[in-house]
């Protein structure tokens, strides 16, 4: 079902999110200074292009480093990826197929503000993925 989910996300939405994140990126790592936004628009925007089986945790270690940090994301490129998850939330919800996708849009708004601070894992708990995770993979 994640797959399936997955593939129509892709379809719909994933595709011109991940390519919005990926154009925040390029431009933030442009620019030397602003380069941990860009890698954390890189690591976020992979998320946006495939989430169903994976979700968002925080890190134990995040501190006030990345509060600051987000802050600064927020005005930088924050603002208006959150306004596209919420637009493109909203539009999915229109038709029945799209509500989860939708949904899942929806989920995205808080990592959309804040990515500093967070890691994506993986849901999934079978003995292959177990094996993954151990690997580092």
Known sequence: MRTLLNIIWLVLAGFWLFLSYFA???VLC??????????AS???????LWPFGRT??????????????????????GWWLAI??????????LTIIGIPLGIANFKLVPVSLMPLGKDIVSTRGGAFDQAMAQRGA
Do not use: D, Q
Not at 30 to 39: A, M, Q, R, S, V
Not at 42 to 48: A, E, I
Not at 61 to 77: D, K, M, Q, R
């Open 84 to 93: 596209e998850h919420i637009v493109t939330g909203i539009l999915l919800c």
């Open 30 to 39: 442009i620019l030397i200074i602003t380069i941990p936004w860009g890698i």
């Open 56 to 77: 968002v945790v925080s890190k134990p270690t995040a501190g006030v480093w990345s509060f600051l940090g987000n802050v600064i994301w927020v005005i930088l490129a």
């Open 24 to 26: 925040v990126g390029v």
């Open 42 to 48: 890189f690591r976020v925007g992979l998320y946006s």
